[in-house]
């Protein structure tokens, strides 16, 4: 991300109104390999190609901010991996973080990972300072820290029918459990702030919020969350695209200022939920409009989205969840077309 572009995200954080509307998208590794041409496989292992794949998109797309920017991510697995998961690196799939074999109990006496060190986040880490000069001599930094949130990683080390199961059976020792992930994600986003003193952005990923009631949201969700969210950055952006009616409410609480969530609630609901204190980053429908419409149908869609809002402020035009796989370049410029028509 450039500095203008921070900027002018950070204004529109604030509640400054923009015009045209910032256009800006979630990109990693389940859209950006095959967009730019190569297999997943390659763009996990290959720094080059990484940075190359990175690099292409954000000069083919000026216009667009792209979420978090030069993302050094391994999919489900880089947290996960840290606690001793085994993940599975198909050549062109998604990876797999394959949940541990053990009870909850032992779950719990799991040793706390050395973020320096342990399974897959020395080299997030190692390929964003080897890509350090080449993204400042080319007008970038890094803003963001950036992780999965603490249901999500527990989902992954148990199972998430486990989980959900658990916390209804065994709710004290699932808040152990969470305590302990909290901990770990603190020092984790901590060191990654450390790294790279640009970072003024935490960025946090937990669809697993979307898969529980409000009781179960208060005591298992938002006391870590909150927790996560209190440290002093400019933007604190959370992502969940599974339903959000319950969890919505509470992001002011949580601490959140930008929210990327699904398609399942319009924009103007969520700024009534969210009393218009949290900037929006969506939310048209990203498979069957983004990735499988034409760009006549993504324009309209977008022309239909900017229509039905009374108030713009706080809002980035965007696709609701990540940047599906298999979006095409012409449907991502029909967006930014919409979005300067509408202006």
């Given amino acids: 991300m450039t ?3 921070w900027e002018k995200l950070r204004k529109v954080v604030s509640g400054e109104l923009l015009s045209p509307l910032p256009v800006g998208f979630i990109v990693d590794s389940p859209w950006l390999p095959n967009w730019y041409g190569i297999r997943m496989l390659d763009y996990f292992s290959n720094d080059e190609l990484w940075l190359a794949a990175n690099l ?7 216009d667009v901010i792209f979420l978090p920017g030069f993302w050094a991510e391994f999919g489900m697995c880089t947290e996960p991996s840290a606690f001793g998961v085994r993940c599975s690196f ?17 779950l719990n006496e799991l040793p706390l990972p050395n973020v320096a060190t342990d399974g897959l986040l020395p ?3 190692n390929r964003l300072r080897l890509a350090e000069e080449k993204l400042h001599r080319c007008g970038h930094q890094v803003y963001f820290a950036v992780a999965r949130g603490p249901l999500n990683i ?9 989980l959900l199961t658990a916390m209804m059976l065994e709710p004290d020792k699932v808040e152990r459990l969470l305590h302990k992930i909290t901990t770990f994600l603190k020092q984790w986003l901590h060191l990654q702030r450390e790294s790279f003193a640009t970072i003024d952005g935490l960025f946090l990923l937990d669809d697993i919020v979307g898969f529980v009631g409000e009781e179960e949201f208060r005591r298992f969700a938002l006391p870590f969350l909150k927790e996560l969210y209190a440290e002093e950055v400019m933007v604190k952006f959370f992502h969940n695209d599974a339903p959000c009616k319950v969890s919505a409410f509470y992001l002011v609480e949580m601490g959140v200022n930008l929210f990327n969530m699904g398609f399942d609630l319009t924009l103007s609901e969520l700024q009534h939920l969210t009393q218009h204190k949290v900037t929006l980053l969506g939310n048209i429908p990203p498979r069957d409009v983004l990735a499988s419409g034409t760009p006549e149908q993504v324009e309209a869609a977008t022309l239909s989205l900017l229509d039905a809002l009374h108030d713009r402020t706080r809002v980035i035009v965007s696709c609701g969840g990540g ?3 298999g979006v095409k370049t012409e449907n991502i410029l029909a967006m930014v077309r919409a979005v300067e028509r509408a202006s």
């Fill in 3 to 5: 500095e203008e572009q």
């Fill in 154 to 162: 527990a989902a992954h080390l148990m199972g998430t029918t486990e």
């Fill in 123 to 125: 080299f997030v880490l």
């Fill in 323 to 325: 940047m599906p796989p």
């Fill in 90 to 106: 198909p050549a062109n799939d998604f990876p797999q973080a394959h949940k541990l074999p053990m009870s909850l109990d032992e």
């Fill in 56 to 62: 292409k998109v954000v000069s083919d797309f000026p």
